[in-house]
Protein backbone atom coordinates (compact mmCIF):
# COMPACT_ATOMS: atom_id res chain seq x y z
CA UNK A 1 0.00 0.00 0.00
CA UNK A 2 0.88 3.73 -0.96
CA UNK A 3 2.17 5.73 2.05
CA UNK A 4 0.04 8.73 1.82
CA UNK A 5 0.07 12.40 4.02
CA UNK A 6 -3.45 11.09 5.23
CA UNK A 7 -2.14 7.82 7.10
CA UNK A 8 0.35 9.87 8.80
CA UNK A 9 -2.09 12.15 10.30
CA UNK A 10 -4.13 9.49 11.22
CA UNK A 11 -1.48 7.60 12.88
CA UNK A 12 -0.59 10.52 14.73
CA UNK A 13 -3.77 11.39 15.65
CA UNK A 14 -3.98 7.62 17.40
CA UNK A 15 -0.86 8.52 19.00
CA UNK A 16 -2.48 11.08 21.05
CA UNK A 17 -5.29 9.68 22.29
CA UNK A 18 -4.96 9.89 25.84
CA UNK A 19 -4.16 6.97 27.74
CA UNK A 20 -6.75 6.26 30.27
CA UNK A 21 -4.25 6.22 32.90
CA UNK A 22 -3.09 9.87 31.75
CA UNK A 23 -6.90 11.45 32.17
CA UNK A 24 -6.92 13.10 35.61
CA UNK A 25 -7.71 16.91 36.77
CA UNK A 26 -4.51 17.66 37.68
CA UNK A 27 -2.30 16.64 34.73
CA UNK A 28 -3.36 17.38 31.08
CA UNK A 29 -1.65 16.92 27.46
CA UNK A 30 -1.81 19.83 24.75
CA UNK A 31 0.02 19.62 21.40
CA UNK A 32 1.91 22.61 21.09
CA UNK A 33 3.09 23.72 17.43
CA UNK A 34 5.78 26.97 16.63
CA UNK A 35 7.76 25.85 14.34
CA UNK A 36 8.15 23.53 11.34
CA UNK A 37 11.71 21.87 11.55
CA UNK A 38 12.73 19.39 8.33
CA UNK A 39 16.05 17.25 8.37
CA UNK A 40 17.70 15.68 5.85
CA UNK A 41 19.93 12.95 6.94
CA UNK A 42 22.47 11.17 4.82
CA UNK A 43 22.84 7.99 6.19
CA UNK A 44 21.65 6.25 9.60
CA UNK A 45 24.17 7.53 11.55
CA UNK A 46 23.75 10.90 10.30
CA UNK A 47 19.82 10.08 10.89
CA UNK A 48 20.54 8.65 14.74
CA UNK A 49 22.41 12.21 15.46
CA UNK A 50 19.38 14.26 14.00
CA UNK A 51 17.34 12.45 15.93
CA UNK A 52 18.49 12.95 19.51
CA UNK A 53 18.90 16.65 18.15
CA UNK A 54 15.75 17.40 16.98
CA UNK A 55 14.21 15.47 20.57
CA UNK A 56 16.08 18.00 22.39
CA UNK A 57 14.98 20.75 20.66
CA UNK A 58 11.45 19.99 20.35
CA UNK A 59 11.44 21.28 24.54
CA UNK A 60 12.20 24.70 23.56
CA UNK A 61 10.76 24.95 20.31
CA UNK A 62 7.77 22.89 20.40
CA UNK A 63 6.57 21.66 16.52
CA UNK A 64 6.03 19.94 13.84
CA UNK A 65 9.61 17.95 13.14
CA UNK A 66 10.26 15.67 10.19
CA UNK A 67 13.32 13.39 9.98
CA UNK A 68 14.20 12.37 5.97
CA UNK A 69 16.83 9.75 5.38
CA UNK A 70 17.95 7.28 2.66
CA UNK A 71 17.06 3.95 3.22
CA UNK A 72 19.85 1.57 3.57
CA UNK A 73 19.76 -0.80 0.64
CA UNK A 74 17.11 -1.82 -2.28
CA UNK A 75 15.76 -4.06 -0.87
CA UNK A 76 13.80 -1.98 1.55
CA UNK A 77 10.79 -0.52 0.51
CA UNK A 78 10.59 2.70 -1.68
CA UNK A 79 9.06 4.53 0.75
CA UNK A 80 8.04 3.74 4.70
CA UNK A 81 7.52 6.05 8.09
CA UNK A 82 7.34 6.04 11.51
CA UNK A 83 5.51 8.51 14.26
CA UNK A 84 6.75 9.63 17.54
CA UNK A 85 5.50 11.89 20.40
CA UNK A 86 7.64 13.71 22.61
CA UNK A 87 5.99 15.60 25.61
CA UNK A 88 7.13 17.51 28.41
CA UNK A 89 5.90 19.49 31.31
CA UNK A 90 5.13 22.84 31.00
CA UNK A 91 5.66 25.61 33.48
CA UNK A 92 3.83 24.73 36.95
CA UNK A 93 3.52 21.19 35.55
CA UNK A 94 -0.09 21.63 34.80
CA UNK A 95 0.24 20.55 31.65
CA UNK A 96 1.82 18.29 29.49
CA UNK A 97 3.10 19.93 26.11
CA UNK A 98 3.83 17.75 23.17
CA UNK A 99 4.80 17.56 19.57
CA UNK A 100 5.20 14.71 17.00
CA UNK A 101 8.17 14.01 15.16
CA UNK A 102 8.08 11.76 11.69
CA UNK A 103 10.43 9.63 10.26
CA UNK A 104 10.25 9.05 6.53
CA UNK A 105 12.77 6.74 5.04
CA UNK A 106 12.95 5.91 1.36
CA UNK A 107 15.12 5.38 -1.58
CA UNK A 108 17.24 7.85 -3.30
CA UNK A 109 14.71 7.80 -6.08
CA UNK A 110 11.63 8.60 -3.98
CA UNK A 111 13.78 11.13 -2.12
CA UNK A 112 14.12 13.54 -5.25
CA UNK A 113 10.38 13.67 -5.60
CA UNK A 114 9.60 13.97 -1.48
CA UNK A 115 9.32 17.30 -1.19
CA UNK A 116 5.77 17.74 -2.23
CA UNK A 117 4.84 15.26 0.20
CA UNK A 118 7.30 16.86 2.92
CA UNK A 119 5.25 20.12 2.57
CA UNK A 120 1.69 18.19 2.71
CA UNK A 121 2.79 17.32 6.37
CA UNK A 122 3.77 20.40 7.40
CA UNK A 123 1.57 22.19 9.86
CA UNK A 124 0.20 25.46 8.28
CA UNK A 125 0.81 29.24 8.86
CA UNK A 126 4.22 27.98 10.67
CA UNK A 127 8.01 28.98 9.72
CA UNK A 128 9.54 26.02 7.33
CA UNK A 129 12.97 25.52 8.46
CA UNK A 130 15.30 23.36 6.50
CA UNK A 131 18.15 21.39 8.10
CA UNK A 132 20.73 20.05 6.39
CA UNK A 133 23.43 18.78 8.50
CA UNK A 134 25.61 17.49 6.06
CA UNK A 135 28.02 18.01 3.25
CA UNK A 136 26.40 20.98 0.37
CA UNK A 137 25.00 19.02 -2.32
CA UNK A 138 25.24 19.48 -5.81
CA UNK A 139 22.12 19.07 -7.98
CA UNK A 140 20.35 17.83 -5.72
CA UNK A 141 16.49 17.97 -6.16
CA UNK A 142 15.04 17.42 -2.82
CA UNK A 143 17.46 20.58 -1.78
CA UNK A 144 16.39 22.84 -4.39
CA UNK A 145 12.92 22.19 -4.13
CA UNK A 146 12.96 22.70 -0.16
CA UNK A 147 15.26 25.64 -0.47
CA UNK A 148 12.83 27.45 -2.87
CA UNK A 149 9.39 26.99 -0.33
CA UNK A 150 11.21 27.42 2.81
CA UNK A 151 11.88 29.82 5.05
CA UNK A 152 14.97 29.14 6.03
CA UNK A 153 17.64 26.78 5.37
CA UNK A 154 20.44 25.62 7.65
CA UNK A 155 23.72 23.99 7.08
CA UNK A 156 27.37 23.63 8.79
CA UNK A 157 30.15 24.56 6.73
CA UNK A 158 32.29 22.69 9.15
CA UNK A 159 31.06 19.74 7.77
CA UNK A 160 31.75 20.88 4.09
CA UNK A 161 34.11 18.25 2.55
CA UNK A 162 35.45 21.29 0.67
CA UNK A 163 34.66 24.28 2.29
CA UNK A 164 36.14 27.06 -0.43
CA UNK A 165 34.34 25.51 -3.53
CA UNK A 166 30.83 24.86 -1.15
CA UNK A 167 31.13 28.67 0.39
CA UNK A 168 32.20 30.18 -2.90
CA UNK A 169 29.00 28.71 -4.25
CA UNK A 170 26.64 30.08 -1.43
CA UNK A 171 27.91 33.13 -2.16
CA UNK A 172 27.46 33.42 -5.95
CA UNK A 173 23.95 31.96 -5.91
CA UNK A 174 21.76 31.95 -3.05
CA UNK A 175 20.37 35.00 -3.48
CA UNK A 176 19.64 34.77 -7.08
CA UNK A 177 18.08 31.26 -6.72
CA UNK A 178 16.65 31.56 -3.56
CA UNK A 179 16.14 34.92 -3.03
CA UNK A 180 12.98 34.30 -0.80
CA UNK A 181 15.12 31.86 1.79
CA UNK A 182 17.12 32.88 4.76
CA UNK A 183 20.30 31.23 4.68
CA UNK A 184 21.90 30.03 8.12
CA UNK A 185 24.91 28.41 9.28
CA UNK A 186 26.17 26.62 12.63
CA UNK A 187 29.49 27.98 12.05
CA UNK A 188 28.81 31.12 12.21
CA UNK A 189 26.67 30.92 15.11
CA UNK A 190 30.25 29.22 16.25
CA UNK A 191 31.90 32.75 15.98
CA UNK A 192 29.10 34.93 17.53
CA UNK A 193 31.20 35.39 20.90
CA UNK A 194 34.33 35.89 19.71
CA UNK A 195 32.82 38.67 17.49
CA UNK A 196 31.15 39.61 20.72
CA UNK A 197 34.07 40.33 22.69
CA UNK A 198 35.77 42.17 20.04
CA UNK A 199 33.07 44.53 18.76
CA UNK A 200 33.29 44.90 22.96
CA UNK A 201 36.84 46.04 22.75
CA UNK A 202 35.84 48.86 20.67
CA UNK A 203 33.50 49.93 22.39
CA UNK A 204 33.30 54.12 23.39
CA UNK A 205 36.72 55.32 23.22
CA UNK A 206 38.68 52.69 21.32
CA UNK A 207 36.08 52.94 18.26
CA UNK A 208 39.21 55.68 17.01
CA UNK A 209 41.90 52.66 16.59
CA UNK A 210 39.72 50.92 14.44
CA UNK A 211 40.77 52.74 11.63
CA UNK A 212 44.22 52.42 11.81
CA UNK A 213 44.12 48.67 12.34
CA UNK A 214 47.35 46.98 10.10
CA UNK A 215 47.42 43.34 11.00
CA UNK A 216 44.72 40.83 12.12
CA UNK A 217 46.41 37.36 13.37
CA UNK A 218 44.35 34.32 13.97
CA UNK A 219 45.21 31.62 14.98
CA UNK A 220 43.64 28.01 14.88
CA UNK A 221 43.83 24.23 15.76
CA UNK A 222 46.69 22.53 13.60
CA UNK A 223 44.81 19.80 11.77
CA UNK A 224 41.70 21.36 11.33
CA UNK A 225 40.15 23.97 8.27
CA UNK A 226 40.74 27.76 9.23
CA UNK A 227 36.77 27.99 8.09
CA UNK A 228 35.97 30.05 11.49
CA UNK A 229 38.79 31.56 11.39
CA UNK A 230 38.41 33.12 7.66
CA UNK A 231 34.85 34.23 8.54
CA UNK A 232 36.03 36.53 11.19
CA UNK A 233 38.80 38.14 9.29
CA UNK A 234 36.00 38.38 6.52
CA UNK A 235 33.16 39.77 9.03
CA UNK A 236 36.30 42.68 10.18
CA UNK A 237 36.41 43.42 6.36
CA UNK A 238 32.96 43.52 6.13
CA UNK A 239 32.19 45.67 9.78
CA UNK A 240 35.22 48.16 8.39
CA UNK A 241 34.57 48.69 4.89
CA UNK A 242 37.74 46.79 3.50
CA UNK A 243 38.25 45.70 -0.05
CA UNK A 244 40.02 42.49 -1.02
CA UNK A 245 42.49 43.48 -4.12
CA UNK A 246 44.32 40.12 -4.49
CA UNK A 247 44.37 36.90 -6.70
CA UNK A 248 41.44 34.94 -5.79
CA UNK A 249 42.23 32.09 -3.66
CA UNK A 250 41.53 28.40 -4.27
CA UNK A 251 42.68 27.17 -0.63
CA UNK A 252 42.61 28.62 2.57
CA UNK A 253 46.02 30.62 2.70
CA UNK A 254 48.52 31.70 5.22
CA UNK A 255 48.71 35.39 4.35
CA UNK A 256 46.11 37.66 2.47
CA UNK A 257 45.39 41.04 2.43
CA UNK A 258 42.62 44.13 2.35
CA UNK A 259 42.82 47.04 0.83
CA UNK A 260 41.34 49.69 3.92
CA UNK A 261 40.80 52.95 4.20
CA UNK A 262 44.19 54.02 5.85
CA UNK A 263 46.12 51.31 3.52
CA UNK A 264 46.86 47.65 3.46
CA UNK A 265 45.74 45.52 6.17
CA UNK A 266 47.53 42.20 6.51
CA UNK A 267 45.49 38.81 7.56
CA UNK A 268 47.57 36.07 9.07
CA UNK A 269 46.03 32.95 9.71
CA UNK A 270 48.71 30.22 11.96
CA UNK A 271 47.99 26.78 12.91
CA UNK A 272 48.86 26.02 16.18
CA UNK A 273 49.11 22.53 18.24
CA UNK A 274 45.68 22.55 20.75
CA UNK A 275 44.47 19.72 23.10
CA UNK A 276 41.64 18.67 20.88
CA UNK A 277 40.75 19.83 17.11
CA UNK A 278 37.16 18.92 18.00
CA UNK A 279 36.65 21.57 20.25
CA UNK A 280 39.84 24.27 19.77
CA UNK A 281 39.35 25.65 16.36
CA UNK A 282 39.85 29.15 17.40
CA UNK A 283 43.10 29.83 19.56
CA UNK A 284 43.70 33.57 19.61
CA UNK A 285 43.16 36.54 17.48
CA UNK A 286 45.26 39.60 17.30
CA UNK A 287 44.16 43.31 16.05
CA UNK A 288 47.44 45.05 15.88
CA UNK A 289 47.27 48.98 15.11
CA UNK A 290 49.79 51.45 13.77
CA UNK A 291 48.46 55.35 14.33
CA UNK A 292 49.63 57.95 16.87
CA UNK A 293 48.88 55.21 19.69
CA UNK A 294 50.04 51.92 18.76
CA UNK A 295 47.72 49.27 20.05
CA UNK A 296 47.52 45.59 20.38
CA UNK A 297 43.42 44.24 21.03
CA UNK A 298 43.80 40.27 21.65
CA UNK A 299 40.54 37.70 22.73
CA UNK A 300 43.09 34.78 23.61
CA UNK A 301 42.04 31.26 25.10
CA UNK A 302 43.48 30.20 28.29
CA UNK A 303 45.09 26.89 29.35
CA UNK A 304 41.64 25.53 30.24
CA UNK A 305 40.22 26.06 26.68
CA UNK A 306 36.86 27.39 28.25
CA UNK A 307 38.11 30.47 29.11
CA UNK A 308 38.79 33.40 26.93
CA UNK A 309 40.12 36.82 27.60
CA UNK A 310 39.85 39.68 26.43
CA UNK A 311 42.92 42.27 26.42
CA UNK A 312 43.43 45.62 24.90
CA UNK A 313 47.13 47.71 25.27
CA UNK A 314 47.62 50.84 24.70
CA UNK A 315 51.24 52.22 24.01
CA UNK A 316 51.85 49.02 25.62
CA UNK A 317 49.87 49.26 28.74
CA UNK A 318 46.92 47.37 29.59
CA UNK A 319 43.87 49.55 28.79
CA UNK A 320 41.20 46.77 28.97
CA UNK A 321 40.94 42.83 30.16
CA UNK A 322 38.36 40.62 30.71
CA UNK A 323 37.55 37.08 31.01
CA UNK A 324 34.68 34.90 29.71
CA UNK A 325 33.65 31.40 29.78
CA UNK A 326 33.21 30.36 26.16
CA UNK A 327 31.06 26.38 26.52
CA UNK A 328 31.48 24.34 23.65
CA UNK A 329 28.30 24.12 21.80
CA UNK A 330 26.54 21.30 20.39
CA UNK A 331 24.66 21.06 17.30
CA UNK A 332 21.69 21.40 19.32
CA UNK A 333 22.58 24.07 21.18
CA UNK A 334 23.29 26.15 17.69
CA UNK A 335 20.18 25.39 16.18
CA UNK A 336 18.53 26.13 19.48
CA UNK A 337 20.13 29.95 19.53
CA UNK A 338 19.80 30.24 15.59
CA UNK A 339 16.04 29.12 15.99
CA UNK A 340 15.07 32.17 18.32
CA UNK A 341 15.32 34.55 15.22
CA UNK A 342 13.34 34.26 12.69
CA UNK A 343 14.78 38.02 11.09
CA UNK A 344 17.18 38.19 8.29
CA UNK A 345 21.05 38.30 9.52
CA UNK A 346 22.22 41.37 7.72
CA UNK A 347 25.57 41.01 8.93
CA UNK A 348 26.31 37.11 8.01
CA UNK A 349 24.89 38.35 4.56
CA UNK A 350 27.39 41.20 4.33
CA UNK A 351 29.93 38.35 5.24
CA UNK A 352 28.98 35.87 2.73
CA UNK A 353 29.54 38.71 -0.27
CA UNK A 354 32.70 39.29 0.91
CA UNK A 355 33.66 35.98 1.06
CA UNK A 356 32.66 35.74 -2.21
CA UNK A 357 35.04 38.21 -3.30
CA UNK A 358 38.11 36.46 -1.88
CA UNK A 359 37.81 32.66 -3.13
CA UNK A 360 38.09 31.50 -6.58
CA UNK A 361 34.50 31.59 -8.37
CA UNK A 362 32.38 28.27 -8.54
CA UNK A 363 31.75 26.51 -11.28
CA UNK A 364 27.88 27.09 -11.45
CA UNK A 365 27.20 24.91 -13.72
CA UNK A 366 27.40 22.07 -10.96
CA UNK A 367 25.05 23.76 -8.67
Request: net charge neutral; hydrophobic share 40%.
Amino acid sequence: MAVSAQMIEKDLAELWKSDPGEKTKIIGLQRVYTTNLVAYASDHEEGYRADLIMNDLAEKHPGRYILIRPAADKSEAPLRYYVLGHCFFGSGREKKVCCDLIKLVAQNEVIENLYGFTFSLLMPDLPVEFWWPGDLPYQNVYFDKMAEQSNRVWVDSSKFKDPIQSLSRLSAFWNSRYPHTLLGDLNWIRVQRWRALIAEMFDGEWAKYLKDVKKVSIAYGKGTQPTRSFFLACWLAAQMGWKYKGKRISEFPEKFEFEGPQGEVEVVLTPVPVRDIKLDRIFAIGLTTDGNQPALFTVIRDEDPHCVTARSEINQRVAFTRTVTFEHLQSNELLNVGLKHMEPDFIWKQTLQVIGTVLEKPDLTLV
